[in-house]
Nanobody, 120 residues
Framework: QVQLVESGGGLVQPGGSLRLSCAASVHIFSFIHMAWYPQAPGKERELVARITREGRITYADSAKPRFTISRDSTENRVYVQMNSLKPEDTAVYYC??????????????WGTGTLVTVSS
């Protein structure tokens, strides 16, 4: 069973930095792509950064140039380095992974999230 476990959240002052980690229970190249989705209070989850199996990277406009997504295939982890954090970055950050099951079917996996609070 695939599991995604996020870590690294916490309380940080505006302008500060955090690095979030997503640990996968299977090899990360099992997934078509992996991504980070913050969900602010009262709002829907929105893509902030994604990395494909081939290494192509996409960022939401709100994340440029402050966020950097990366991966370590030996550790089966995906990271997002977040710099110059703003109060509006406050959210629960969810790790997402998409697995191609073949025959046009895909499986969507989510972690349980890690809370990031940006406040003075």
């Amino acid at each position: 069973q695939v599991q995604l476990v996020e870590s690294g959240g916490g309380l940080v002052q505006p302008g500060g930095s955090l690095r979030l980690s997503c640990a996968a229970s299977v090899h990360i190249f099992s997934f078509i792509h992996m991504a980070w989705y913050p969900q602010a209070p009262g709002k829907e989850r929105e893509l902030v950064a994604r990395i494909t199996r081939e290494g192509r990277i996409t960022y939401a406009d709100s994340a440029k140039p402050r966020f950097t997504i990366s991966r370590d295939s030996t550790e089966n982890r995906v990271y997002v380095q977040m710099n110059s954090l703003k109060p509006e970055d406050t959210a629960v950050y969810y790790c997402n992974a998409i697995e191609d099951l073949g025959r046009g079917q895909r499986m969507n996996y989510w972690g349980t999230g890690t809370l990031v609070t940006v406040s003075s």
